[in-house]
């Protein structure tokens, strides 16, 4: 079966990092699009950046451009979030997520992937 474990979330003042990692298994890890997502309180679910396993393609949501940067290690199955020059905004539950490549068409969207992981939560303060 497919697992998606995330953690590396915490408490984080403004303007700190913090790096989220998400293992993977039951599933061929190249051969699959992975994603970070976003719930904070009140909110719906936002894409906040994805990789292509298959190519290396990466995308971002505009609120974190220049701040996020995404990564996979297809030889350990996990994929990274470094998180740099974080708000207040920031803050939210973090999902990482798992789709075929071929059946990707947007990346950031949640309802794109079939596979959750269990979240971590990531609070900054300010």
């Known amino acids: 079966d497919v697992q998606l474990q995330a953690s590396g979330g915490g408490l984080v003042q403004a303007g700190g990092s913090l790096r989220l990692s998400c293992v993977a298994s039951?599933?061929?890890?190249?051969?699959?699009?992975m994603g970070w997502f976003r719930q904070a309180p009140g909110k719906e679910r936002e894409g906040v950046s994805a990789?292509?396993?298959?190519?290396?393609?990466?995308g971002y949501a505009d609120s974190v451009k220049g701040r996020f940067t995404i990564s996979s290690d297809n030889a350990k199955n996990t994929m990274y979030l470094q998180m740099n020059s974080l708000k207040s905004e920031d803050t939210g539950v973090y999902y990482c997520?798992?789709?075929?490549?071929?059946?990707?068409?947007?990346?950031?969207?949640?309802?794109?992937?079939?596979?959750w992981g269990q979240g971590t939560q990531v609070t900054v303060s300010s």
């Open positions: 997520a798992a789709v075929d490549d071929d059946d990707v068409n947007n990346a950031l969207r949640p309802s794109e992937y079939d596979y």
């Open positions: 039951g599933f061929t890890f190249d051969d699959y699009t």
């Open positions: 990789i292509s396993n298959t190519d290396g393609t990466t």
